[in-house]
């Protein structure tokens, strides 16, 4: 998978020995598999931690699109990249709407159609090139809601400098308050001490005469 990350695949395939087979074969190239045998039997796990589909929609000697109907109904599954394995290509006159959707041009870069038998390669090929679209389009994403975020925090207003202004302007009117207190307090103390000790020395003279 690019970047080095395991991928997570989900794999639903109704033949055993086939399913082990292509299963070893996805272990084998790296990859991290979970085995269902049809789309109703898909155990329970966290599908956000699903990168793609690998289903085959055979069962016996025909196809059976309506495999297809259960994933398109599920909120996440119907957007992984999907690699569907049939003996026959899907014909507008034999398959459900929800399979023709999937033959959309807009759809061939999650969706990949390969014919029984297929050769090995082609599916690892497939896969890796379904991922490394996915992994495209999520660092797109990524791109656009980081440059949509710094383009939000360039457009917001700086912020007002006068809140500070009007602060300092508070503070040096309370110092001068303060300084004020400060400096009457020591006058009257002053007054006090000065009134205090012309009593006193007063007094001394008054007792020598």
Not at 5 to 26: H, V
Not at 116 to 133: E, Q, V
């Amino acid at each position: 998978m690019p970047h080095g990350k395991k991928s997570t695949i989900l794999l639903i395939e109704s033949e055993i020995s086939l399913r082990r087979l292509i299963s070893l074969g996805l272990q084998d190239h790296g990859s991290h598999v979970i085995e269902a045998s049809e789309p109703t039997t898909i155990p329970s796990f966290d599908t956000q931690q699903l990168d793609l589909i690998v289903i085959d929609v055979d069962c016996g000697a025909r196809s059976d699109w309506s495999f297809l109907d259960v994933l398109s109904s599920h909120s996440l599954l119907s957007t992984l990249p999907t690699i569907i394995l049939a003996w026959d290509q899907p014909s507008p006159d034999r398959v459900p709407s929800s399979v023709i959707s999937l033959l959309q041009p807009q759809a061939q870069n999650r969706v990949v159609f390969l014919n029984k038998p297929f050769d090995a390669r082609a599916l690892h090929k497939a896969i890796t090139g379904l991922l490394l679209i996915r992994a495209q389009q999520e660092a797109q994403k990524e791109s656009q809601l980081e440059a949509s975020v710094v383009a939000a925090y360039a457009t917001h207003a700086a912020p007002s400098i006068w809140p500070v202004v009007t602060a300092v302007g508070v503070l040096l009117m309370v110092c001068g308050l303060l300084l004020q207190v400060a400096i009457t307090v020591l006058g009257i103390c002053v007054v006090i001490a000065a009134l205090l000790l012309w009593t006193v020395n007063v007094g001394q003279e008054g007792r020598k005469v």
